[in-house]
């Protein structure tokens, strides 16, 4: 029998920081870091030389001074007296509208061609492909300019609504479609209306409440409730009575020809449409390829044994594929959520103004403050994007397949 | 036993009567059409509003293109000869065909020269692309990017060839020390590459002439669909390098290394193309020696290739990620170091998975080459958005411009991606 005794000590010499694994990876993080410090330093003191030469300084005072410009599409009130940072902030809620239209309106428009592309007919099947097809394979930007000049070029202008002899009308007497842009009407809000608003909000959660009640009586006792047509009543029912009951509170707006343009109503500029319709077609090609994917990734087999349980073909769908699809689809989903929100700062090649278009645009062009303007655009696109990713990080550690 | 039955029964057919075709519903267009059609009336639905669909679609196009007129030379002149008849004005295209490929500043003597380098580029893509050719191409392959440079840009000879000397020089450094470590192999040869550069860019400077074989064109010339393709390609072809180095960091023990590495690829894939085109644009400047100028298409070129070479290493990385732990740990039990473990096990495998996302991230970066038009460089939609539509002969022709440009970027991101789905159907080496 032979007794091991430890190896001798060896002492630590220089070499080892090269050759010994146990060393290697710390001279290694060293050099890196080094490396970074050395460069960080170098592009800090030609930062500063170069600010110097110019006699600039960096400084946030800019955000405070008025900036002097108009902003046309204003979600909270705004004029030419307002600081830069009232400025900004209107951009980054026009940001945030543009966004949130498009993804409601890509995500409808990818389900439908996603489902529709898997379709048996062979025709819509075919269609779906020469979409999905034709939109991905173009640059957004392209498609954003092609729809402005639909709305810029091709709709006639609020003149042409004119006299007897029009050669434009409005939609139901209700919409305008002019090179000026969309005119929808407009809801007035009267007294009375936040007690109908509440009893919306309410029947929301009586519809929430139902379903719930109805689940828990079905999975204790045994007994199916209907749930979708009660749902519906509750959702149309209670508003629809508390309109009538306190007097019509909430009236419309119609936009009317007057002068040379429309007035009244809601004004949806060429801009805001070009953006929102160019970025929900281009990206809902994108969603319907996942959307297909997901549905395809989910074996026959699934399908087959739920029928073997005795699910109906509705029930197979809500109940078997949807759940498992929907952990395939989401997270790209999400993904092309966040891609939207940065193509929208393509808003600044049709003039829309959002965050880029006023603080990447107007402000720096006007204040000079390149550097300021750029790293809070930046900024904010990080926060955003940042704040999808925990977002998506959640969600996948919820639906994760819980395995051994 | 049949006797018997012969006589109790009146008929009995002695011969096999022939088979009768299947019923003409049941067979060949019919039976296709009523399958694949008319299966159902949700089916029958759908197809009939689809049939409509393209019926207004043709409707509105075919005229518009079959009318189409292609010679002449203003837009005015273009309505004469159409007389009201709808009609598409596509003598736009051929009038200012030149300036939509090359930008309007490009000498038109030399439009040879780009062409040249577009045909060879895919004589050196080739044997990228397709492995069946013989490898000797792949010699071409490498001289390409000089020979390119030297065709597009002009100037002196010199300059790209000191370029491929630095590589070359490079490449014998590193083959010499390779072999006793890959570290030293690695950064030996980047030294030397760089010393031979600085070095020669003396003895350039020196012994180059004014008068070159080639006439030098600035930067700020090219323009067109040349510059969407200058972009795309020095673009993707950079960032992949670039990527795989990302990728390898972010996946690396060492934590300071992940943590540069990770906080670079997060940041860039959290801000738009068009923040960091700004910054190549008006920010860039500020963090230069000062003093020096530096060509705005060069600053795209580097923001392009970091934004590029962040949403590479994501790719790259799912793909290491998806390797069975077991490879890893073969590499490792056969002894070979990290570097030899990533060149010879990890990563040809890794890539091979990557292949699809790599490619979607290079279409994806093709079509946003056309993002510099915003910082008023003059590619395809630059050049039509700019001096096509702001000319008073083509004031108005939009739907012909940006169908061609459609077209354009649809023909060469379509052909991409049917060249992955080949090659990934190529690469399937997993029997199933």
Known sequence: ?404 | MSDTHAQTVAFVRETQIPPAPPPTMETGAIKWVRENLFSGWANTLLTLVSIYFIYQLATFVLPWVLNGVWNTSSLSECRDVLQGVTGGCFSVLTDRWNQLLFGFQYPSEFYWRPSLAFVLLFLAAAPVLFFDLPRKLLIFTGLYPFIAYWLIWGGTILAPILALLGFVVGYFVFQRFVKESFAMGFFGAIVAAFLTWWLGGYVVDAVASEDTLLTAVPSRDMGGFMLNMILGTVCVSLSLPFGILLALGRQSDMPIIKWICVVFIEFIRGVPLITLLFVANVVLAYFLPPGTTFDLILRVIIMITMFASAYIAEVIRGGLAALPKGQYEAADSLGLDYPQAMRLIILPQALKISIPGIVNVAVGLFKDTTLVSVISMFDLVGMIRGPILASTDWNGVYWELFSFAALLFFIVCYGISQYSQWLERRLATDHR
């Open chain 1, 1 to 404: 029998m032979t007794t091991l005794t430890d190896p001798p000590r060896e002492s630590f010499r220089l070499s080892m920081l090269i050759n010994d694994t146990r060393y290697r990876s710390l001279t290694f993080q060293a050099i890196a870091l080094v490396i970074l410090i050395v460069i960080m330093a170098y592009l800090g003191m030609n930062l500063v030389a170069n600010l110097a030469a110019a006699g600039l300084n960096i400084s946030y005072e800019f955000l405070g001074e008025p900036a002097g410009y108009d902003i046309n599409q204003r979600p909270i009130p705004y004029d030419s007296q307002s600081t830069h940072m009232r400025a900004s902030i209107v951009g980054i809620l026009n940001t945030l509208i543009v966004a949130f239209l498009a993804c409601v309106t890509a995500t409808i428009l990818g389900v439908f061609a996603g489902v529709l592309r898997l379709s048996k007919n062979w025709l819509v099947s075919k269609l779906m492909a020469v979409y999905v097809e034709a939109f991905r394979n173009v640059p957004v930007l392209i498609w954003i300019i092609i729809i402005f000049s639909i709305m810029t070029v091709s709709l006639p202008g609020p003149r042409d609504f004119r006299g007897d002899d029009a050669t434009a009308s409005m939609v139901f007497d209700a919409f305008a479609f002019t090179n000026r842009g969309v005119y929808t009407p407009k809801p007035i809000w009267e007294a009375g209306s936040t007690a109908l608003i509440v009893i919306f909000l309410a029947s929301l959660v009586a519809i929430w409440a139902y379903r719930r009640y109805a689940r828990k009586q079905l999975y204790e006792q045994g007994n199916l409730l209907p749930v979708f047509w009660p749902s519906l009543a509750l959702f149309f029912i209670p508003t629809i009575l508390a309109y009538y009951i306190l007097g019509r509170p909430v009236s419309l707006e119609y936009p009317a020809l007057q002068g040379f343009n429309f007035q009244g109503g809601i004004q949806i500029r060429g801009s805001l449409i070009a953006l929102w319709f160019a970025l929900a077609i281009y990206t809902g090609a994108f969603i319907a390829e996942n959307v297909r994917a997901g549905i395809q990734a989910i074996s026959k087999g699934q399908t087959e044994a739920a029928a073997a349980l005795g699910l109906r073909p509705g029930r197979i769908m809500n109940l078997v594929i949807l759940p498992q699809a929907l952990r395939v689809i989401i997270p790209p989903l999400i993904s092309q959520y966040l891609n939207i929100t940065k193509n929208s700062s393509l808003a600044i090649a049709v003039g829309y103004m959002d965050i880029t278009g006023t603080l990447g645009g107007i402000t720096l062009n006007q204040t000079g403050r390149a550097i300021e303007a750029i790293l809070l655009l930046m900024l904010f696109y990080l926060t955003i994007s940042l704040s999808i990713s925990a977002i998506l990080n959640v969600y996948n550690e919820r639906v994760k397949l819980k395995e051994r």
